[in-house]
């Protein structure tokens, strides 16, 4: 599985970018998806996560009610809509696909994306 990501880029505090992960999967549905983040000198965390059909998701604390994850199994790709960007939220984005639903580690996760940059200016 290959997973491309992208959409990242430069905005201010409080606004709005979506982020997409193309993925290459035959059989994109046997793939719960994920995002992560790492921002300059820190460790990757999780984000959050959609279940295969996209009927479940779950989030980190500190991204609930700003950042909502999707996806669109028709076109291989699942997104990530951030909302009221702060600058914390700088960081390279990851996207990862895995075959169980509902992880917040790396280990739970087989395939990952590039990344894609995202700054957020105060």
């Known amino acids: 599985v290959q997973l491309q990501a992208s959409g990242g880029g430069l905005v201010q505090a409080g606004g709005s970018l979506r982020l997409s992960c193309a993925a290459s999967?035959?059989?994109?549905?046997?793939?719960?998806m994920g995002w992560f983040r790492q921002a300059p000198g820190k460790e990757r965390e999780f984000v959050a996560t959609?279940?295969?059909?996209?009927?479940?998701?779950y989030y980190a604390d500190s991204m609930k009610g700003r950042f909502v994850i999707s996806r669109d199994n028709g076109g291989n790709t699942v997104y990530l809509q951030m909302n009221n960007l702060k600058p914390e939220d700088t960081a390279v984005y990851y996207c990862?696909?895995?075959?169980?639903?509902?992880?917040?580690?790396?280990?739970?996760?087989?395939?990952w994306g590039q990344g894609t940059l995202v700054t957020v200016s105060s």
């Open positions: 990862a696909a895995g075959v169980m639903f509902g992880s917040n580690s790396e280990g739970g996760y087989d395939y």
């Open positions: 999967a035959r059989t994109f549905t046997d793939y719960a």
């Open positions: 959609i279940s295969w059909s996209g009927g479940s998701t």
